[in-house]
């Protein structure tokens, strides 16, 4: 018998690639400091940051609680994500032309009461070249990144932290920073 029987799923055969959500998809810290600069006045560039670590960055930069509060709670509000946060420029038309070769598999350190938020932006922004439904869920939310990619058999990941890229080379996937 050619073809598949009814109720069958086709099995994606492409590789995984990994992809980080926040500073690789989407422009987080754009949004948080465009929200910087209409609430409180301040204008501040990614460049400008000391370190990696946003919090840790807004303690030296700003060192005003009230402001470092607001920022962090919108850095996990699924609100703020839907109506403020845009995709990266370039980052859908790279997106389609890696799933030509590969299966884009988005994970994330966020935590996981933004799952519904991330869905619904994946989907409209995406298209459907990342899979967030059943039986293939392409979209997950895990500290441990490398670890999900190996499980994965992922050769390749694309993330913007130097120390995710050295887990995912520990686990000999090759990371784009």
Known sequence: MIGRRYGETIRDTRRPIILDLDGCLYGFVDALFQRLKDRWGIILREEDMPCYSLSESLGVLINNTEIEEDLLDRAHDPEFFLNHVLPIPGAVESVIRLSRLFRPVVCTA?????????????????????STEEPQD???????????ARILN????????VDHAQK???????TFV
């Open 110 to 130: 966020r935590p996981y009461y933004m799952r519904m938020a991330t869905k619904i932006r994946l989907d409209q922004d995406f298209g459907g070249v990342i």
């Open 138 to 148: 392409d979209l997950f939310f895990t500290a441990h990144k490398a670890r999900r």
């Open 168 to 174: 995912y080379a520990l686990k000999s996937i090759i």
């Open 154 to 161: 992922a050769a390749y990941a694309v993330d913007d932290s």
